[in-house]
């Protein structure tokens, strides 16, 4: 537990019906007679005056004292709830400070919870999901996450990694007690629930760090292709102008889009030409900085005009790993029917943006893409971290059940469980790397 004691505004600076300052530490009983003459008694709401240094009221509110360790923290919190006017909070801040507090670090309340083994790692995290949830969905996914439901299920997977480990490394440490365990149908049945289990998880992650973070994509092609009219049928409303005039879009437009509860960050660029002027020549440098970041890229090309030299020459110079969808815009000129093809894992879709023919296609396409499943009940808000450790734990998993299987080397699978088992841990904090920890925390606001 620390012994210093710390203070911050818990709600947003500026003017509100209720502010609250929130303090957490070892002994506030002498901050308590300090600033309101008594000590409250423990979680009971008590309606006080806040005294100054001279004895002059500050505020009048609401006090709740916390005792340890049944608090947030574990500690000692003491929260004031007074007006919610910046000058008061103010002044209240500065009183706590001179009674010997200090001002907290970002999430330094939430890091004190998980040092004080009141939360894990994961559900500390989810706090700052919550309060940044965009949209419904992602706020539930994200208190389920505060619940511990995504811990539950990678102690899950510990405690079944855990048991098959065990059991190989005794029978490779006691070879004198003849188990043979590499023919043991047991073990093979645990390593391929193991794998399967790992797989599932990483699944419902993938789906929720989505949610959380969702997935960014970029409509490139050339001028007057029919980029900023898929952008406003998608954002549905006329966010970028739209005009015959080729090269209306000289810069980089941004829309943020939800489908069904899936956050979509929608791009818009210039349009590709060779004898662009100046100002579109920049418009086409930013495309280009954005297609480094996208997660998927939208080609646009006016299917009136059919595949050009100019289309290909853009399609050949995209990044070869990013996921790329072709879409045939304009299909109502030629009176086409709006469709999707999958060839050789690239997907054309036909539509017509300025009619709304076949936009419903491309939405399920991108549903499909960002891995929606359309039930979010068991959804838990994931980041990226807990997809790179899943991902490490599922492939040493994946590797370790290959060499069983193929050639029987239980020491190579002993090790592949001890290194999917450390990534599991890394989810949940149980390790050491101070690095790490300054890093997720510093993400929270101030008074978490």
């Known amino acids: ?178 188990i043979d365990f590499l023919q043991d149908e047991i073990l093979i049945q645990r390593l391929t629930k193991l794998k399967n289990s790992i797989e599932q998880v990483f699944k419902t992650a993938r789906q929720g760090y989505v949610l959380n973070e969702g997935m960014s994509v970029v409509i490139v092609g050339q001028p007057n292709a029919g980029k900023s009219s898929l952008l406003n049928r998608l954002a549905g409303h006329d966010a970028a102008i739209v005009t015959d005039i080729a090269g209306t879009t000289r810069d980089v437009l941004k829309e943020r889009i939800h489908i069904e509860g899936m956050p979509l960050h929608i791009i818009d660029t210039a349009g590709m030409r060779e004898n662009a002027d100046i100002v579109e020549q920049e418009g086409i440098k930013r495309a280009w900085k954005e297609i480094e970041n996208a997660d998927h890229i939208l080609l646009i090309i006016d299917d009136s005009q059919g595949m050009t030299e100019n289309d290909q020459k853009i399609l050949d110079d995209l990044p070869q790993n990013l996921p790329l969808t072709i879409i045939h815009n304009k299909i109502d000129i030629n009176k086409k029917s709006p469709h999707i093809s999958t060839e050789e894992n690239c997907t054309e879709i036909y539509l017509s943006a300025k009619q709304n023919f076949g936009i419903d296609l491309l939405v399920e396409h991108l549903k499909q893409c960002m891995g929606y499943e359309g039930d979010s009940d068991g959804l838990f808000i994931a980041r990226r971290r807990h997809l790179d450790a899943l991902e490490r734990a599922k492939n040493a998993v994946n590797s370790g059940f290959t060499q069983f299987m193929q050639h029987q080397a239980g020491e190579l699978l002993s090790e592949d469980l001890r290194i999917a088992q450390f990534a599991l841990n890394e989810i949940t904090g149980e390790f050491d790397n101070e690095d790490l920890l300054g890093e997720i925390f510093s993400s929270f606001c101030i008074g978490k």
């Open 1 to 178: 537990m620390q012994q210093d004691i710390i203070v911050a505004q818990a709600t947003p600076p500026g003017k509100g019906g209720v502010g609250i300052v929130r303090i957490s530490g070892s002994n506030l009983k002498l901050i308590s007679q300090s600033l309101l003459n008594k000590t409250p008694a423990p979680r009971v709401a008590e309606y006080l005056q806040f005294y100054d240094d001279n004895q002059q009221v500050i505020d009048v509110g609401i006090a709740i004292y916390f005792p340890a360790p049944h608090s947030f923290t574990g500690e000692d919190v003491l929260e004031l709830q007074g007006h919610g006017g910046q000058v008061i909070m103010d002044i209240l801040l500065k009183r706590v400070l001179a009674c010997g507090a200090r001002i907290a670090e970002p999430g330094e309340f939430s890091l004190r919870a998980f040092m004080n083994d009141k939360m894990d790692l994961a559900q500390a995290e989810a706090i700052s999901d919550l309060i940044n949830a965009s949209t419904e969905v992602a706020a539930r996914s994200a208190m389920r996450s505060l619940k511990g439901e995504f811990s539950h299920k990678i102690q899950e997977l510990l405690e079944d990694l855990i048991f098959v480990r065990m059991y190989v490394e005794s029978a490779i440490d006691f070879p004198e007690e003849e």
